[in-house]
C-alpha cells in the first residue's frame, strides 16, 4: 500500500513540472527559432517580405564577403533603370574589351559582340556570368565605377548598413584588398526590394535556357528553382573567402518568403539551410487573398485628358499574409492620387493599397493606371469647356 502511495506521488511531482516547464520551452522556441532549426550557414536570415518580419535570424548583421550575390544589386539597377524608361530590355549592348576579360563564371563574351539588355540580364540571373554583369554595368552607367557608385548609393537608399561594394561581379580584387562586403540581413533587405519586379522571375526561376540562337546551354546556378516546389530565385555566390551563399526565394499557396544563407561549407549544405528555413516559414504563414491581379480599385482624374477618369487597378493579386494562428480581421487602406495630369501611361502609379492586422502590415501593392490616356488638344479642351457649359445650361 505504501509502495502505491509513493508512485502516486512521483507521477504527481512529474505531472506537476511538465505543466512548469512546458510553456516556458514553447515560449522560448516560438522566440527562439533556433532551438528548432539548425543551420550550418555561418550566417542566416528567413525573411517574410510583405511585412519586412524577421522570421529567423543567425548572425544577420556579421559583415560577410557575397561572391556573386553581389549581382543582387546589379539586377536592382537595371530593372529600375528599365522601370524609369532609362533602358529597354530590347536595347542591344556591344561588350567592351573589359567586359570580356572577367574571370569566373561567364559566357564568354568576345570583344564587340551584341547582346539585348534582356539577354544580358538572363545571362547574369541563371549562370551568373561576370562579363554580362560588367557590360551591363557599362550600358547603364558609362563604367564599372560610375555603376559602382550608383550600387553603394543604393545601398544607402535601402539602408544596407553593412554593405560595401567595389566591383560589379563579388569576385575577388586581383593582387588581394579588400572586395565586396555585406551581411544575411543586408541581403534580406536587398532581395525584399529585388522581388517588387517580378520581371526578374522571368530569369532567376528557370532551370535551363539558352543564348545565341540555342548554341550557348545556360543551367541555373541555384539547384532548389528545380528541386525544391516554389523556388523561383534568386542567386547564388561562391569564392573560396566567401563560402556557399545564397539567396532564396518561394512562394506556396500565396506566401512568399525570402532565404538567406551565407558561408556555408558546401553547396548541399546550403541547399539544405535554405530548404530548412523555408519549411519552417512555410509552416508559419498563410494567405488570405484580397484582390486579383488586375482587379480594378478606384478611379481617378485626369487633367486635360481625352478620357476624364482612368481605372486604379491591382496589377498582380494581393493577398494578406498572416500567421497562421492570426484572428483579427485584414484592415485595407486605399491611397490614392487625387488628379494625375495627362498623358497617363499604362501601369503608371497612381497610388497604393496597403494591408494591415492589429496594427501591422501584412501586404501592400500599388495601383497603376489601367490605360494611357493622352493629352487633350486645345480644340478638345474647349470642346469638353462647351459640352459643360451647355449641360448646366440645359439643368
Known amino acids: 500500500m505504501k509502495s502505491n502511495w509513493k508512485i502516486a506521488i512521483v507521477l504527481f511531482a512529474v505531472v506537476l513540472m511538465m505543466n512548469l516547464v512546458s510553456p516556458a520551452l514553447v515560449r522560448a522556441k516560438a522566440l527562439n527559432p533556433d532551438l528548432q532549426l539548425k543551420i550550418d550557414?555561418?550566417?542566416?536570415?528567413?525573411?517574410?517580405?510583405?511585412?519586412?518580419?524577421?522570421?529567423?535570424?543567425?548572425?544577420?548583421?556579421?559583415?560577410?564577403?557575397?561572391?556573386?550575390?553581389?549581382?543582387?544589386?546589379?539586377?536592382?539597377?537595371?530593372?529600375?533603370?528599365?522601370d524609369r524608361g532609362d533602358v529597354k530590355l530590347t536595347d542591344v549592348v556591344a561588350a567592351s574589351p573589359e567586359a570580356c576579360k572577367m574571370g569566373g563564371s561567364q559566357i564568354w563574351l568576345e570583344p564587340g559582340e551584341q547582346m539585348t539588355v534582356s539577354e544580358l540580364l538572363k545571362a547574369v540571373c541563371i549562370v551568373s556570368a561576370n562579363d554580362a554583369?560588367?557590360?551591363?554595368?557599362?550600358?547603364?552607367?558609362?563604367?564599372?565605377?560610375?555603376?559602382?557608385?550608383?550600387m553603394n548609393k543604393r545601398a544607402k537608399q535601402l539602408s544596407l548598413k553593412s554593405t560595401v561594394y567595389v566591383n560589379t561581379t563579388g569576385l575577388d580584387p586581383d593582387g588581394g584588398g579588400a572586395g565586396n562586403m555585406t551581411?544575411?540581413?543586408?541581403?534580406?533587405?536587398?532581395?525584399?526590394?529585388?522581388?517588387?519586379?517580378?520581371?526578374?522571375?522571368?530569369?532567376?526561376?528557370?532551370?535551363?535556357d539558352s543564348l545565341r540562337g540555342g548554341k550557348s546551354f545556360l543551367r541555373n546556378t541555384n539547384k532548389l528553382v528545380r528541386f525544391y516546389r516554389g523556388c523561383d530565385g534568386l542567386k547564388t555566390g561562391y569564392t573560396a573567402k566567401a563560402g556557399f551563399c545564397l539567396v532564396a526565394s518561394a512562394k506556396r499557396d500565396g506566401v512568399r518568403l525570402v532565404a538567406v544563407v551565407m558561408n556555408s561549407p558546401t553547396t548541399d549544405a546550403r541547399s539544405k539551410d535554405i530548404s530548412k528555413l523555408l519549411n519552417y516559414g512555410f509552416s508559419k504563414f498563410k494567405a488570405v487573398q484580397i484582390y486579383q491581379g488586375g482587379e480594378t480599385v478606384s478611379r481617378v482624374k485626369v487633367f486635360r485628358g481625352t478620357q476624364p477618369l482612368v481605372a486604379a487597378v491591382v496589377p498582380r493579386e494581393l493577398a494578406a499574409v498572416l500567421h497562421r494562428e492570426a484572428r483579427g480581421n485584414v484592415v485595407k487602406t486605399i491611397q490614392l492620387e487625387r488628379v494625375v495630369n495627362a498623358p497617363v501611361r499604362k501601369g503608371q502609379k497612381i497610388g497604393q493599397v496597403l494591408l494591415s492586422i492589429d496594427g501591422k502590415s501584412c501586404g501592400q501593392v500599388d495601383l497603376v493606371a489601367a490605360a494611357d490616356i493622352k493629352r487633350a488638344s486645345v480644340l478638345q479642351i474647349w470642346w469638353e469647356i462647351f459640352r459643360r457649359t451647355i449641360r448646366i445650361g440645359v439643368s
Open 41 to 82: 550557414a555561418h550566417a542566416a536570415v528567413l525573411l517574410e517580405p510583405s511585412s519586412g518580419e524577421i522570421v529567423f535570424a543567425k548572425n544577420p548583421d556579421l559583415q560577410l564577403p557575397p561572391a556573386s550575390v553581389t549581382k543582387l544589386m546589379v539586377m536592382l539597377l537595371v530593372l529600375e533603370a528599365v
Open 183 to 208: 551581411s544575411a540581413g543586408d541581403m534580406a533587405l536587398l532581395a525584399r526590394e529585388v522581388i517588387k519586379h517580378p520581371t526578374v522571375f522571368r530569369w532567376t526561376g528557370v532551370w535551363i
Open 133 to 150: 554583369s560588367y557590360a551591363l554595368a557599362e550600358h547603364i552607367a558609362g563604367s564599372e565605377e560610375n555603376f559602382i557608385s550608383l
